[in-house]
Nanobody
Framework: QVQLVESGGGLVPPGGSLRLSCAAS????????MGWFRQAQGEQRELVAR????????????VKGRFAISGDTAENKLTLKMVTLQMTNLKIEDTAVYYC?????????????????WGQGTLVTVSS
C-alpha cells in the first residue's frame, strides 16, 4: 500500500510563512496527482492546491498568490513521489488541519488498482 508521510505545520503569526511536505512510499504506484486539502473546525474539507504529473497546478482562489505547490517525480518520470506546499502571508483564516492526498494507480498485489490515499493531517495555526 502507498503511504503518505507529512511534515511541517505548526504555529505562526499572521503574515508568516510555513512549508508543508508530503512524501509517498510503499508499493509500486503511478501517482499522477498530489495535493493538499484543509479542514477548519466545523467546516468541510476543501482543496488548497494540487499538482499533476504533467506539472499543471490548481489553487483555491483564497490562496492564489500566497501559496505555491511543487512536486518531485521519480527518475522514470512516471510517478510523483513528493509534494511541497510553500505558504506565505498566512492569514488567521488559513488555520486548519492540512491533509496530503495522492491519486493514481498502484499495484500492491500484482494487479493495478486505483490509488486514493490520504495523509494523517498536520495542524497549521495562524495566530498572534
Amino acid at each position: 500500500q502507498v503511504q503518505l508521510v507529512e511534515s511541517g505545520g505548526g504555529l505562526v503569526p499572521p503574515g508568516g510563512s510555513l512549508r508543508l511536505s508530503c512524501a509517498a512510499s510503499g508499493s509500486i504506484a503511478s501517482i499522477n496527482r498530489m495535493g493538499w486539502f484543509r479542514q477548519a473546525q466545523g467546516e468541510q474539507r476543501e482543496l488548497v492546491a494540487r499538482i499533476r504529473l504533467n506539472g499543471s497546478t490548481t489553487y483555491a482562489d483564497s490562496v492564489k498568490g500566497r501559496f505555491a505547490i511543487s512536486g518531485d517525480t521519480a527518475e522514470n518520470k512516471l510517478t510523483l513521489k513528493m509534494v511541497t506546499l510553500q505558504m506565505t502571508n498566512l492569514k488567521i483564516e488559513d488555520t486548519a488541519v492540512y491533509y496530503c492526498h495522492a491519486g493514481g494507480i498502484q499495484r500492491p498485489d500484482g494487479l493495478w488498482r486505483p490509488l486514493d490515499v490520504w495523509g494523517q493531517g498536520t495542524l497549521v495555526t495562524v495566530s498572534s
